[in-house]
């Protein structure tokens, strides 16, 4: 992916996945029980369609939610979670709006945790991860750096040539 860094995991375990390149989530569907998220599936908007991640892990958790993003105005701002034993044990997404999770939960406060905030120097650029056992092992991020804003050119109207005061004279940024 160009112009893409890939953050995390450091435990990858088991098949490994990866969908960079997808950054207009829609929705996120969950499985997970008490300590373990089990399986997650992305729906991202990819060229004005719906477009469906394969299903990551087994969804044979006791509970299951599918978190919708107020699609194309709300968008992903952090990702974090906590790390078990070859697994992962919870997992909460931020976004511009509102924060969704934790899904699963922490055992001990040692176990190793993880954030990843899409600050604006920084931008979402899909995630990658691994499955080991049909649990959701590990979960990781691309990022795009956006580089530097250049400030727009500027255009003048200076209207008629007639040599009169104009107070048509305007600047706009040129498209």
């Keep these: 992916m160009e ?3 890939k953050l995390g995991p450091n435990i ?14 829609m929705q996120i569907l969950i499985s997970y029980g008490k300590h373990t998220v089990y399986s997650i599936q992305f729906v991202y908007a990819v060229n004005g369609k719906t477009l469906p991640s394969e299903i990551h892990g087994k969804p044979c958790g006791s509970k299951f939610d599918i978190v919708t993003f ?3 105005e709300e ?3 952090s990702l974090s979670g906590q790390y078990g034993i070859k697994k992962l044990n919870s997992i909460t997404f931020g976004t511009n709006k509102t924060r969704y999770g934790p899904f699963g939960s922490t055992l001990k406060s040692s176990d190793p945790q993880f954030v990843y905030k899409f600050i604006p120097a920084l931008s979402f650029g899909g995630f990658h991860g691994s499955v080991y056992k049909s649990c959701l092992c590990s979960i990781g991020v691309y990022v795009r750096p956006l ?9 003048i109207d200076i209207g008629s040539d007639k040599g009169e005061d104009d107070e048509s004279t305007s600047s706009r940024p040129m498209d």
């Design 70 to 72: 107020d699609d194309p």
């Design 12 to 25: 990858i375990k088991g098949t490994t996945w990866d969908e960079g390149g997808k950054t207009r989530i």
């Design 3 to 5: 112009n893409m860094s």
């Design 75 to 77: 968008y992903l701002t």
């Design 147 to 155: 580089g530097f804003i250049a400030e727009p050119e500027i255009e």
